[in-house]
Nanobody
Framework: QVQLVESGGGLVQAGGSLRLSCAAS????????MGWFRQAPGKEREFVAG????????NYGDSVKGRFTISRDNAKNTVFLQMNSLKPEDTAVYYC??????????????????WGQGTQVTVSS
């Protein structure tokens, strides 16, 4: 029973940066493991990043490791994805997701219970 709303997507030149935000409803945000996924046209959904309830542990997909950073502010019910050194292949719709059961990040989209509507990220060459 959680609503998630992503924002911050847009058009950026290769090598540039974007910061995505995901705002969650409710007062139990800190009880959820949070994740970011993306899906490009003709591609399957891909795990991007995950973060533990407290923010003390993070996990990243191989394709974004070293370039993207996930963080959260539980006081503001918000999770962030800082994306640096963007490449055209990063172009996709980015979704945030919440998982209420586990203690550490997971990379399986099927395990997440709640999803946002997505925000488009387009990286031009």
């Amino acid at each position: 029973q959680v609503q998630l709303v992503e924002s911050g997507g847009g058009l950026v030149q290769a090598g540039g940066s974007l910061r995505l935000s995901c705002a969650a409803s409710g007062r139990t945000f800190s009880s959820y493991v949070m994740g970011w996924f993306r899906q490009a046209p003709g591609k399957e959904r891909e795990f991007v990043a995950g973060i533990s309830r407290s923010g003390g542990r993070t996990n990243y997909g191989d394709s974004v490791k070293g370039r993207f950073t996930i963080s959260r502010d539980n006081a503001k019910n918000t999770v962030f994805l800082q994306m640096n050194s963007l490449k055209p292949e990063d172009t996709a719709v980015y979704y945030c997701a919440a998982e209420p059961t586990r203690w550490i990040p997971i990379n399986l989209g099927s395990e997440y219970d709640y999803w946002g509507q997505g925000t488009q990220v387009t990286v031009s060459s």
